[in-house]
C-alpha cells in the first residue's frame, strides 16, 4: 500500500506519454488521429464519420488545410466550424 502513489504517479506517467503527441494542447491532428481519436475529439463526429475522415485522408493523402474536411462525405461547413479550434493540420508527408 506504501507504493501506491508511486504506482498512480507512474499509470498517469504512461497515459501521458502514448496520449500526448496524438493529442497535443488537445488539438486533434486530422493528419495522424485514428477514428477513435477523431470520435473522441470531434463534437458531432461518430465512428462512421470519423472512419470516412481516415478512408479520405488514405485515399488522397494528407489533408492540406481544415477546409478539406468538407470533401468527406458528411462533413459540412457548420460541423467544421464547431471544431474549427481544437483541428490541427500537420504535414504529414
Known amino acids: 500500500m ?8 507512474f ?6 506519454t502514448v496520449a500526448t503527441p496524438l493529442l497535443a494542447e488537445g488539438k486533434v491532428d486530422i493528419n495522424t488521429a485514428t ?4 470520435a473522441e475529439g470531434l463534437n458531432g463526429v461518430g ?3 470519423a472512419k470516412a475522415i481516415v478512408a ?3 485515399a488522397h493523402g494528407p ?3 481544415i477546409e478539406d474536411l468538407t470533401q468527406v462525405k458528411g ?3 457548420a460541423l467544421l466550424n464547431k471544431n474549427r479550434q481544437v483541428i490541427e493540420v500537420s504535414n504529414a508527408e
Open 2 to 9: 506504501q507504493n501506491f502513489p508511486f504506482i498512480k504517479a
Open 11 to 16: 499509470i498517469l506517467s504512461c497515459l501521458m
Open 35 to 38: 477514428v477513435e481519436q477523431l
Open 47 to 49: 465512428a462512421s464519420k
Open 56 to 58: 479520405y485522408r488514405e
Open 63 to 65: 489533408y492540406a488545410s
Open 75 to 77: 462533413i459540412g461547413n
